[in-house]
Structures are given as C-alpha cells and as structure tokens.
C-alpha cells in the first residue's frame, strides 16, 4: 500500500508561474509511472501529464509548452512546474502513481487527495 500526498497548489495571477510536488511512500512498494491530473468544477477529470522512470514524458495538448513534469527517482517525488498559468487551467489537481509498472496508460493504482489551482484573470 503506498500514499500520495501531492502540495504547492494556491492562487496565482493570470501569467504566473506555480510548481505542485508529489510524494509517494509505502512497503514494498516499486514506483514506475507518475502523473498528474486535474478536475475542473463541472467537468470529467483528465490526464495533465505523466512521466515513466526512465525519463519518457507525455503531455495533454492543453499543456504542452507551458508545464513540465519532472521526477526524483530516490525519493519517489514528482513534480509539476506550471509556467504561463491561465484560467482555465484552474482545477483541483492530483497526483496518481503505479506500482510495479512503466506503461504510459492508465489506470493508477494510488491517488493523492488533491490540491487546489486557481488562476486570477
């Protein structure tokens, strides 16, 4: 069983630059894909980015560009850098992990609790 505890979401001016963190911890646990989602009020929850443990990357097209997904392998930490923020990318914003497996597809076996995003225009 692992946990994911994701933090560095708040409020930030259009423009503004913001950078959320994720840890993941447990026994016996092998941490391959780590990602990041997001849920905006009303809509269905959709994959922002994902990176494997060797390093391989994929964005959501809204994103690309603008936000980069990193990860320190050690210390099974993952991080989201968001640059050029906009509105619309105001979401609760979630970190999701899979144990014992590299593929870019999901599904995630554990999920954070979310942090909040908001974008001021």
């Known amino acids: 069983q692992a946990q994911v505890v994701e933090s560095g979401g708040g409020l930030v001016e259009a423009g503004g630059t913001l950078t959320l963190s994720c840890a993941a911890s447990g026994r016996h646990i092998n941490i391959g894909v780590m990602a990041w989602h997001r849920q905006a009020p009303g809509k269905q929850r959709e994959l922002v980015a994902a990176?494997?443990?060797?390093?391989?990357?994929h964005y959501a097209d809204s994103v690309k560009g603008r936000f980069t997904i990193s990860r320190h392998n050690a210390a099974n930490t993952v991080y989201l850098q968001m640059n050029s923020l906009k509105s619309e990318d105001t979401a609760v914003y979630y970190c999701?992990?899979?144990?014992?497996?590299?593929?870019?597809?999901?599904?995630?076996?554990?999920w954070g609790q979310g942090t909040q995003v908001s974008v001021s225009s």
């Open positions: 990176i494997t443990s060797v390093g391989s990357t």
């Open positions: 999701a992990v899979k144990d014992w497996s590299d593929s870019l597809p999901g599904p995630y076996d554990y």
